[in-house]
DNA sequence: CCCCCTTCTCAAAACGTTTTAAAAAGCCTG
DNA sequence: CAGGCTTTTTAAAACGTTTTGAGAAGGGGG
């Protein structure tokens, strides 16, 4: 392996300025620069990293925790993230180590990694409410940034969507359609987006339809199987009135939605709209579901280079109250929605 | 932090005599490396990787690479290995760097890591016949160790379990208790321990009960489905005589089996006997199983203390043709297994 | 031509460990 | 107590970077 002091006394320079004109410096000469980078690639000279981050006191690695369900099973959405923010972090000159955790403590692995003396940072997901984590990582001084928004305007780094508004934005467009039984399949209970899309949900509902009745609100694992079980039941009618829209956490949940309006007979748009929030799952096509679905769309791994890019700016001392993204979700309007049947416009509460 | 240099001044030594001290060399004295540990203790010493690591040349990081299936999910035995392996890693100061790979290029994942420069070696797993990951890494000079052996005889370090015996030892005790109609519901096709499982499975039939139909040697996901749909369509009697004994390469798939027959009114082992390959993953209990499931028995994460020894061994020069483990699984019989029923003595061909 | 200022380069220190080569200390033998 | 051996300790080099503080080169104005 080639080192700087390989390339110093090949070019006749000080590693000092090979060092400087590999790293852009500013004050290090055009054409030595060239002379540097040249020789640098032709002797195929790879930085060491151990030595780096002895100089620098910086590690260069960064750790993300996955939390494994009971089931052992991890979340689709995790290995989408994952993905693309190992690609974003390498860009950046950062490793991502991943760790697995399936016990009950939530801060305890995270604890484990620092002890281990590896890591300059982390990458957090899947907050819930009162998460015990920030707190924890801010108490030891060690940086951070949230993926996903914990509600209560919190003082750390994060990036997020606005999840009271995908909530208000599906109502709005179903609303204008005459839709007034909106039923809502959430996301699960335990995380901060779901309370969040469920507030959302009910203000916008309160406000433009009518307050919805306890049972047409429902939550579960972001799966087929939940979306086809609880539309199976509010369309069969025997839990109450029919909706005539049905909101969605995910669009795994809404294919699941629109079998069961398949296997009973019913039409979609006609008697029934169907909407869901789309996080860009690769394997996942809502504009392919017979009809295509009507989504608010904001792809997971849109989320991995702004927050790589945060985890660098506040690791070189940036204040994290400063990095805090909030983007709105787009909504993409598809054949899923349509107009209100005629003579279903009652609210919920009315019947 | 406190350094090496902190406790020589404390203690009036010097820094080579506290190094070799807190590591263990024996030409240290007992009174003197006495004094240095609890110096260190006192002072809450902890070493500095990266010093350690550009003094020793290695990073203390080794790798491995997460494939995920087509749907973007991982298996769970895979989470299972890596929790423990992490564990076993850890305990000997090396830190595991997990991956997450979606793309079709077996190899290109473990170049991209390479390339990264941080990584002394990698445990792979879930070999296939014909990988090509081992060829690459020796042929870079990277150590590696293989979870799960390629069954034609290898020259790198691999632990595995004997999955011919696997078949061999079901069969010989379904065959004892009288069956000839065994039908195996294996792995999926694509894995090297699948192929060495279907070998063993058609030459313990063919010496015992004669050779078996295509028909009645499947292969699918490690899913209770892929068990219930299989033995369902076998035990119909649809597809040819019906199996007295069915053959499960996970204890998911048997679970299956049992939902099967239970759907069909068939009484396990009165009717049918079940036997499964069980890799003791946390979340399922085969004991538990009504009736009781049969089964060889060969922990997954048994494998880890050996794998990261066998890696650490490895990287301190042992040659990994040395490095080879297979085990042999063992035998539970419980309740799901027993007598062929009367008059369903004869074998698959002469039906 | 001198001086000053800017632009560029350099030698050396620093990071905290491990390891080498050698010296010091301790012990025994004769 | 000299000599030789073993045990214990040491100073210094090495690992390959980054960074500091200073000096050299270059250019322009007086």
Redesign the interface.
């Known amino acids: 392996m080639a080192t700087l002091k390989d390339i110093s006394v090949e070019l006749g320079l000080s590693v000092a300025t090979v060092s400087r004109a590999l790293n852009g410096f500013p004050e290090v000469g055009a054409k030595t620069r060239a002379r540097v980078q040249a020789a640098a690639a032709r002797l195929g000279y790879?930085?060491?990293?151990?030595?780096q981050?002895?100089a620098t006191?910086r590690?260069g690695?960064v750790g993300m925790i996955?939390k494994?369900r009971?089931?052992?099973?991890?979340d689709?959405t995790f290995?989408?993230v994952?993905?693309s923010l190992?690609a974003e972090l390498?860009a950046r000159d950062l490793?991502?180590?991943?760790?697995?955790?399936?016990g009950d403590d939530p801060v305890a692995p995270y604890k484990?990694m620092l002890e281990?003396?590896?890591l300059d940072g982390f990458v957090l997901n899947a907050p819930v409410p009162g998460d015990p984590r920030p707190g924890f990582l801010a108490e030891r001084g060690v940086p951070f940034v949230m993926h996903g928004q914990a509600h209560d305007a919190p003082d750390y780094a994060f990036y997020g969507i606005d999840n009271a508004a995908v909530s208000a934005d599906a109502i709005a467009l179903l609303t204008t359609l005459g839709h007034r039984r909106i039923a809502l399949i959430n996301g699960e209970a335990r995380f901060a987006f779901a309370a969040e899309r469920a507030a959302g949900f009910h203000a916008a509902m309160a406000a433009q339809a009518g307050p919805v009745p306890q049972g047409f609100v429902a939550d579960g694992p972001p799966t087929e199987n939940t979306g086809y079980t609880l539309a199976l039941s509010w369309l069969s009618g025997r839990a109450g009135p029919r909706p005539t829209a049905i909101l969605c956490a995910t669009t795994p949940v809404a294919a699941g939605v629109l079998r069961a309006a398949r296997d009973l007979g019913l039409s979609v748009p006609g008697d029934l709209s169907v909407a869901a929030h789309d996080d860009a799952?690769?394997?996942i096509r809502p504009a392919h579901f017979t009809p295509a679905l009507t989504v608010t769309h904001a792809p997971m791994r849109d989320a991995c280079a702004p927050l790589a890019q945060m985890l660098i700016d506040h690791l070189n001392g940036a204040p994290p109250a400063r990095l805090q993204t909030v983007i709105r979700a787009g909504l993409i309007v598809r054949a899923s929605s349509g107009p209100v049947p005629k003579g279903e416009e009652t609210p919920w509460q009315t019947t």
């Open positions: 790879r930085p060491n990293r151990s030595a981050r002895l006191g590690s690695v996955v494994l009971a089931d052992m099973s991890a689709q290995f989408d994952v993905t190992t390498s490793d991502l180590v991943l760790s697995v955790d399936q484990r281990r003396d590896l799952l690769p394997n």
